[in-house]
């Protein structure tokens, strides 16, 4: 039985040519002028309880729709959404008390209290009993470092350490699903660490299945085991990472410093994919090239340098899914 | 269940009012000057009234009752549901997302979170200028006009909540609805302080039919000052109050929910 089930989702957004004021938006909204963007566009996916997913795209994609929809927040315009048993827009408060969510670009505590606070006022939201609440709140603050600065308003908190309080808060109440979207924009090195570490154990240890939003692919291959790629509101790679890597991962990049900068270079079988002054990247297809033929060429028309070949990065073949799509 | 809704509100309401603390001068000016300004603008009523003695066949002390039932409701509405004023940066900044995440109804929720202390201040100032109207208008003081007082106060607040809500709501709509709230509210405060009578047939319409402000002060008036004026309407609306604030609750909160259902929140 998945855990979430979404069936042929779409969400259409109508945009009215934007007028100013009051009556400019009423009477836009009365004209209806508007275009249609199809944000979500006949998505399908289930996942198992205890999956640790990464759903990845380039900006505007609709990752952050998607799971405004799974969350409850906004209503589908089409299509089957099933988390739990439940349809979360129309069995809204049940859903809610079951997941977590955490928006890395807005935080949900309250601004201006200290951090113990909000995680006070959420025990009540929630209906938290007192011996879980003080059960977790230990656990996530051991785990997690917030002792320091549990009594801190929120708003002097760093951003690492307000992620970290917005994680526990969206995990004080034992939720079965967590929902993260961009949990780890604007942090640096450590504190994304710090949070991919806690998102596996809290996967693991409790069971709670993670569906994490990122643009830092280093947060899907560190964290996550399946990898569902969002490309213009449609699903266009579904499976494990290892999978993407070898059907996708054909390509090899050689990086060639060159002895000086040519004007053109044309080499065949193979994709200049950047050239910064005399260094370039070529990318070329294993099966169809050999890296040997490929130099071949090169040494045969150009004068080099230096070159390394180099494995393909996941980086790298999620780039050039989003620019040039699955083939 | 309701229990547990109080002890949500009172806590969500606080922290709140903790987090405003820390601007306790303004906060106290603020109090300050709406005292001040209530007290002026009933001063400027009076003095206008001693000049004419009566409007359409109203004594002053009616009129003055008028004002401090139509002042009452209007500013224990404002305790209930003033965290509307503002509702469409709700909208704008899309922080409606974070409030239909919690697993309480999103009303409640708005109400509830962003009480301000000064409109108590308000509402002080107003019971005791109903508690002085009261006494010149000359009514007796009896267990059924007590009873009646206090159902026409509590069905005015509703009434008058409604309205704020319904022109909040268009918000999920248009995006902006500041503009609106205030005007709406600011016209339906001035249409309780004097009897409809003065106003032409379509607006007294207006005011029974579709803004039914009229069942705040005006009708429920009628009863408590005796003064049997319906201009051709049905006698029973001066114990309609009840039965508006019902339907009018009904109604807006049908429309809340539809306009949720259209919530669009931001991209990003
Ligand atoms: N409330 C809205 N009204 C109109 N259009 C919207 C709205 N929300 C999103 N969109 C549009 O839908 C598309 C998908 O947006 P979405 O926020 O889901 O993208 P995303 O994948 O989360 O992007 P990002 O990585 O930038 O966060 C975009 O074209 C966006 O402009
Ligand atoms: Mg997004």
Redesign the pocket.
């Known amino acids: 039985m998945p855990i979430i089930t979404v069936e042929h989702l779409s969400k259409h ?1 109508k ?1 009215y040519r934007r007028r100013t004021g009051f009556w400019g938006n009423l009477s836009s909204t009365v004209s209806r002028k508007h275009d249609i ?1 199809k ?1 979500v566009d006949d998505v399908n996916f289930s996942l198992e309880r205890g999956e640790l997913v990464g759903y990845i ?1 380039a ?7 998607t799971i405004k929809m799974l969350t409850g927040i906004l209503v589908p315009t089409s299509g089957h959404i099933d988390v739990m048993g439940l349809t979360p827009y129309r069995q809204r408060k049940e859903n809610t008390r079951r997941i977590g969510v955490v928006f890395g670009q807005r935080t949900q505590l309250w601004w201006d209290l200290p951090v113990i606070d909000s995680f006070e006022l959420l025990k009540h939201i929630y209906e938290i009993p007192q011996n879980l609440y003080k059960q977790n709140l230990e656990f996530f603050s051991e785990m997690l470092q917030l002792q320091p600065f549990l009594s801190t308003p929120v708003r002097r908190l760093s951003l690492g350490q307000r992620m970290r309080c917005d994680l526990t808060a969206a995990l004080l109440h034992n939720p079965e699903i967590l929902y993260l979207d ?1 949990p780890t924009i604007g942090l640096d090195v450590v504190a994304k660490e710090q949070v991919r570490q806690f998102l596996r154990q809290v996967n693991a240890e409790r069971q709670v299945t993670v569906i994490l ?1 990122t ?1 830092d692919l280093n947060d899907v291959e560190k964290v996550c085991q399946r990898l569902i790629i969002i490309d213009n509101g449609k699903i266009i790679y579904d499976g494990g990472i290892d999978d993407l890597k070898k059907r996708y991962g054909k390509t090899r990049m050689l990086i060639v410093d060159l002895a000086q900068a040519y004007s053109d270079i044309q080499l065949e079988g193979v994709d200049l994919t950047r050239r910064d002054g005399n260094r370039i990247w070529l990318a070329f297809d294993r099966d169809t090239i050999s890296a040997s033929e490929v130099i071949a060429q090169l040494t045969a028309r150009y004068e080099i340098q230096d070159l390394t070949i180099s494995e393909p990065e996941i980086e790298e073949i999620v780039r050039r899914i989003y620019e040039l799509g699955v083939h | 269940m309701v229990r547990r809704y109080i002890k949500l509100y009172f806590l969500l309401a606080g922290a709140y009012v903790r987090s405003r603390l820390q601007y306790r001068l303004s906060f106290g000016l603020m109090c300050f000057g709406i005292v001040i300004s209530e007290i002026c603008l009933l001063g400027l009523l009076g003095a206008l009234l001693a000049k004419f003695r009566t409007v359409n066949g109203w004594t002053w002390a009616e009129v003055v009752f008028l004002y401090g039932l139509g002042n009452l409701a209007y500013s224990f509405m404002r305790i209930l549901g003033s965290q509307l004023d503002d509702f469409d940066r709700y909208i704008i900044r899309g922080e409606l997302d974070g409030v239909l995440i919690k697993p309480v109804p999103p009303l409640f929720y708005i109400l509830a979170n962003r009480v301000e202390l000064i409109h108590v201040s308000r509402a002080l100032t107003s019971v005791a200028i109903f508690v002085v109207a009261f006494h010149l208008s000359g009514i007796r003081w009896t267990l059924d006009v007590a009873l009646f007082t206090l159902t026409t106060i509590l069905s005015g607040t509703l009434i008058m909540f409604t309205l704020m809500l319904i022109s909040a709501t268009v918000a999920l709509w248009t995006t902006k609805s500041g503009k609106l709230t205030d005007l709406l509210i600011s016209a339906t405060k001035e249409a309780t302080a004097f009897p409809i009578s003065i106003y032409p047939l379509a607006v007294r319409l207006l005011l029974t039919f579709v803004l039914p402000v009229a069942f705040v002060t005006y009708y429920p008036a009628q009863q408590l000052l005796q003064k049997g004026e319906f201009l051709g309407m049905p006698e029973l609306f001066q114990f309609g109050a009840p039965v508006v604030a019902l339907v009018m609750l009904c109604v807006s909160y049908l429309f809340w929910c539809s306009g949720l259902r259209r919530y ?5």
């Not at chain 1, 900006?59 to 729709?65: F, R």
């Open positions: 957004f945009v963007i944000a795209g900006n505007g994609a609709g990752k952050s729709t961009e939003t643009h | 669009h929140s931001t991209g990003s």
